[in-house]
């Protein structure tokens, strides 16, 4: 027989640490493989592109298996999984367009997945360290409406989207610092 009651906020907020600091890490090594590889276009690009989002929608699958059956925000997490899924697809299909289709799809993926990460974040600030994603979130939206003007404008070069991940890294790390503060408090 299987509980499915909620972790408790310390067992949660350890998940979340983790998973944080894993965020963190694979957002600063994506960028930099971007960055490295900013002048080749086709699969190499088509590949990095994809994964970027396909590993966002693991990571919040993981994060609502981490949850339970908690009354946790889940309808925004699975609206944000959904999302990325798509986004992966369309990214494959317009890296084989244009930069600049890259682009307006990456800004369309930003703003729902942040509007997503924003409401998770104001939902679960109970578990703590989440005040970061919510500016982060924020901030994702804005970037997003940035990088949808750019693709039509026909921007030729998408390395701002690594920019993009780093900041994004930045923000799950300091979240992670905060959860590792709080639950040494706790314990």
Known sequence: MTDTAAPSTPTLGTALRRLYFTRFAFAIVWALVLFA?????????????????????????????AEGSSASP???????????VAAAIALGIASASSIGAVLAVWGIWA????AMQLVTALLRRRAGGQVPLVISGAISVLAGFSFALQGLRGATSATSVGGYAILGGIFFLISAIRLSILLRRKA
């Open 111 to 114: 703003v729902v997945s942040g």
């Open 37 to 65: 590889t900013s002048s080749l276009t086709g699969p190499v690009l088509t590949v990095l592109l994809v994964l970027y989002p396909l590993v966002d929608a693991a990571a919040v699958a993981w994060q609502l298996r």
């Open 74 to 84: 889940r309808i925004a997490e699975w609206i944000n999984v959904v999302t990325s």
